[in-house]
């Protein structure tokens, strides 16, 4: 016999890891030789702070197998063949990955691996279910939430599979994780100009025990409420597991048992889980939806361009647009690289809506600084929000900040947290735009870029004219 290799990606845990199982029985006495790969092509566009907690998660995980694991830099498929080659490994184990990018590297993976007589064997996923599962009748792919999420719950109860015995082996590491994020954020678009890259809070405790003691307190506590509550910006409502689930530290499966079936909190929680789900499915069935709208209609809507466009991008990313709860929102993320789910329908639907700026714009900056930034929920959570995704949510529902204030803000709790330049100013006049400043006060706090009931009508203009060129089209 000899090692196995463990190939890890978004699974960056040792419980509930089915594929660590594989390679446990590959390896046999010989053992499983754990190896994590700095790859520039992910690398490079992700911004730093992510790959910060990337980098905080592989050190716990380091620590958890007794400092075995081997850090490798370059091309996955040339690093991997090399490592095989001089361990005399042939089995290699991965948990698959769908999204576009990591389906066509692990295929040259596969078939540079196989030159060398190395096999890739896959097994399990970052979901509960693999994307491309859940089908209609006829074998379609599902593109509405419900349906899907009705089959989707039909499926289980899932295995969640103890950690395992592992004979760790060690093998020569050529990387560090100084390099690792020394590597990130080369791709650094234009649009970003000078705004801030670092965050300035806190990063969250990264790796699998953090995971589990996040799981734990929520399933004792705020789960109970988690139905009800989950929308008001300011309570801690919501389980804050993004960031583990992103890089797997946490695996959905133990998630759901953690959850239960009783409760309307747990039955929530778990339609949740069933988004992130959905959405990795329909990137798996649309790849091209990264770049495009999944209703060809709205490739003709008319986006605002040009320096001008990009100077209230920036406003919009700094926080300062003068609209209390989207200046919020927008500092949430600059302050804690989150921001609570509604929050960001509302910076989403704001940028899009009464800025007239491509989604794809913010998607990417929300990409750049999320720590759970994540291809398939990022995307599809913008389509949504611009009206162009998936499901029902039509271009003219516009999110509007004031009555999203008034009833998920209703005291200014999460304003005044994030926009300390209106704690002097009450509910309701601070969830106005302009937050109630006297404007011959010389607060700092900005007047309103845009007029929202213009704006507003503005945006259902470009619809029709979109319509319009949609039905013109050949
Ligand atoms: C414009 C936009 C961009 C988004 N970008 C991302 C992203 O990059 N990464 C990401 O993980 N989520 C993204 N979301 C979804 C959602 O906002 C976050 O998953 C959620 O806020 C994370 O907080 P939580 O863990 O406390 O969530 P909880 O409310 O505790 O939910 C539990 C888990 O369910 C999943 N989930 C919850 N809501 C959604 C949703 N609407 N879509 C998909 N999955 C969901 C997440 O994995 C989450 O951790 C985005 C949503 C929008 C509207």
């Given at each position: 016999m000899a090692p196995s290799i463990m190939w890890f990606r978004?699974?960056?845990?040792?419980?509930?890891?089915p594929a660590l199982h594989d390679a446990v029985r590959a390896g046999g006495r010989d053992g499983v030789i754990p190896v994590f790969i700095l790859d520039d092509a992910l690398l490079?566009?992700?911004?730093p702070t992510r790959a910060r907690f990337l980098a905080a998660c592989l050190a716990e995980l380091e620590r958890s197998m007794d400092a075995a694991l081997v850090l490798r830099s370059g091309d996955p498929a040339r690093e991997l063949a090399t490592l095989a080659a001089e361990v005399g490994a042939s089995t290699v184990v991965i948990s698959d990955d769908f999204a576009p990018q990591g389906r066509r590297r692990d295929q040259v993976v596969a078939e540079h691996l196989a030159e060398a007589g190395v096999e890739l064997v896959r097994r399990s996923s970052p979901y509960a279910v693999d994307p491309g599962t859940v089908r209609g009748d006829k074998g379609n792919a599902i593109k509405v939430f419900s349906a899907f999420w009705r089959r989707w719950e039909a499926i289980g109860p899932h295995v969640v599979l103890p950690v395992p015995a592992v004979r760790w082996r060690a093998a020569p590491s050529t990387a560090t994780l100084d390099d690792l994020v020394a590597r990130?954020?080369?791709?650094?678009?234009?649009?970003?100009?000078?705004?801030?890259?670092?965050?300035?809070g806190a990063l969250p405790a990264a790796g699998e025990r953090a995971a589990l003691l996040a799981l734990e307190h929520f399933v004792e506590g705020p789960i109970e409420g988690y139905a009800n509550d989950r929308d008001v910006f300011a309570l801690p409502a919501t389980s804050r597991l993004s960031p583990h689930l992103r890089f797997g530290t946490l695996h959905p499966r133990t998630a759901l048992r953690a959850a239960g079936g009783g409760g309307k909190g747990a039955a929530k929680f778990s339609s949740e889980l069933c988004w992130r789900e959905f959405y990795a499915d329909v990137l798996f069935h649309n790849p091209q939806s990264v770049r495009e709208p999944l209703q060809a209609q709205f490739r003709h809507l008319p986006w605002d361009e040009g320096p001008a466009a990009e100077a209230a991008f920036r406003t919009w990313a700094l926080g300062r647009t003068g609209i209390p709860l989207v200046d919020a929102a927008m500092r949430q993320l600059l302050i804690d690289g989150w921001m609570h789910n509604r929050a960001r329908m509302l910076a989403a639907s704001f940028l899009v809506k009464h800025l007239h700026l491509d989604w794809r714009w913010g998607a990417r900056w929300f990409m750049w600084r999320?720590?759970?930034?994540d291809l398939a929920s990022n995307t599809h959570g913008w389509q949504w929000t611009a009206g162009c995704g998936t499901d029902a949510a039509p271009f003219y529902r516009i999110f509007s900040p004031i009555a999203q204030a008034e009833r998920f803000d209703p005291n200014a709790d999460y304003i005044h947290t994030y926009v300390p330049e209106l704690s002097g100013i009450s509910a309701p006049a601070v969830l106005q735009p302009g937050g109630g400043?006297?404007?011959?006060?010389?607060?700092?706090y900005p007047v309103p870029m845009v007029d929202l009931k213009a704006e507003r009508a503005e945006a259902l203009r470009r619809l029709d004219v979109a319509k319009a060129a949609n039905q013109a089209a050949p």
């Open positions: 978004r699974d960056l845990r040792l419980a509930d890891h490079a566009p992700s911004g990130a954020g080369r791709l650094r678009p234009a649009l970003f100009g000078d705004l801030p890259d670092e965050m300035e999320l720590v759970d930034g400043v006297d404007l011959l006060s010389q607060a700092s």
